[in-house]
Nanobody, 125 residues
């Protein structure tokens, strides 16, 4: 059974940092393109960052470019999202998922496959 588990969320002050982890079980994460998504209360889910299966192509939403970094550790079967210079508007539930669609530097397009349960990120003073 393919399963993704997110962790690393929490409460942080504006300007702070968090590193989210997306750990896979039941399959080898290195074979898949993976995306990080977030959903704020009352808003639609948005793509935050995606990485191709080869790790060659990465996508970042304009709102996070230069502040967030996506990476993969194949030995740990985990994809990370390093989030720096956090802002209150980064608050939301963060999810990871396999990307079945297409990733370019300008877009991360579904469909999307297996989803994790999400981890809450709250940026507040």
């Amino acid at each position: 059974q393919l399963q993704l588990v997110e962790s690393g969320g929490g409460l942080v002050q504006p300007g702070g940092s968090l590193r989210l982890s997306c750990a896979a079980s039941g399959f080898t994460l290195g074979y898949y393109a993976i995306g990080w998504f977030r959903q704020a209360p009352g808003k639609e889910r948005e793509e935050v960052s995606c990485i191709s299966s080869s790790d060659v192509i990465t996508y970042y939403a304009p709102s996070v470019k230069g502040r967030f970094t996506i990476s993969r550790d194949t030995a740990k079967n985990t994809v990370y999202l390093q989030m720096n210079s956090l802002k209150p508007e980064d608050t939301g539930v963060y999810y990871c998922a396999t990307v079945i669609g297409r990733i370019t530097i300008a877009a991360c397009v579904g469909p999307f496959g297996s989803w994790g349960q999400g981890t809450q990120v709250t940026v507040s003073s």
